[in-house]
């Protein structure tokens, strides 16, 4: 099993349309930790490219709540959203539609090219790294694609987001691979995470898009964000949705 870190202005190998090819999407701050969260409460998380009009239909006909951005105003508080502050403090987690410019978006992109597409983070990176080491012993020749899914400027263009590489290379390292099975790549995001592994979550908050989320309230979410290895669960996008690999455990947050 080869891995390959891909990014998101295109450059590397693109993920091809074949079945055995595995993409990891990794969004650390916001989509795939919040995905984590709630699947790892028994909620199914549906992505969405982006949020709108289609957003709120395509809920209704799912018959799922559709999360709240970040700030939340469209449903106070209690509302689950973006935010992973939301799903460790809610009472209860239901099924929702996720939109998200990022990690939703490259996750729904990557299942419509007909790739099986995995939510991996920080505090899972142990727990897909052992998934993926399983689903090799079965099909040693499947190609793993780990995505960081990055961020955006104000203009909407594609802003590099460290803590999406430093949550890749923390996926890559537990795959324990040997260097001549790691694309270039691959290699320079398991030494990013190694430079910072001792303290990420100094590494988090000092970064531009922890530093923003501090500034805007919601250093909860960074904190959250930097519990390496604390949960089990594996979300898998099957049938259009996010749920916990039934061969992946979920430990209590």
Known sequence: MAARLVDRAGKGTPAPSVPRTVAVVVDVLSFTTTVTLATSRGARVHPYRWAGDGARRRADELGVQLAAGRDREQGGPETVGLS?????????????????????????????????????????????????????????????????????????????????????????????????????????????YRA??????????????????????????????????????VPVLRDGYFSADPESWSARW
Do not use: K
Not at 119 to 142: H, M, S
Not at 146 to 161: I, M
Not at 196 to 223: F, I, M, N, P, W
């Open 196 to 233: 910072v592994e001792d303290d990420l979550l100094g590494a988090l908050r000092e970064c531009a898009s922890g530093r923003e989320l501090t500034h805007r309230g919601y250093g909860q979410d960074v904190r959250i964000a930097a519990e390496l290895h604390t949960l089990q669960a």
């Open 84 to 192: 992973p502050g939301s799903v460790v403090t809610a009472a209860t987690v239901p099924d929702l539609l996720l939109p998200s410019p990022n990690g939703s978006t490259v996750a729904t992109l990557l299942a419509d090219a007909g790739v099986q597409v995995v939510a991996g983070c920080l505090l899972n990176a142990d727990a897909v790294g052992e998934w993926l080491r399983a689903r090799r012993a079965t099909d040693p020749g499947a190609t793993v694609l780990v995505v960081p899914a990055g961020e955006r400027w104000p203009d909407d263009s594609l802003r590099p987001a460290y803590e999406d590489l430093w949550g890749a290379g923390a996926i890559i390292a537990a795959l324990d691979l040997q260097p001549v099975d790691l694309s270039l790549e691959a290699r320079m995001a398991v030494a990013a």
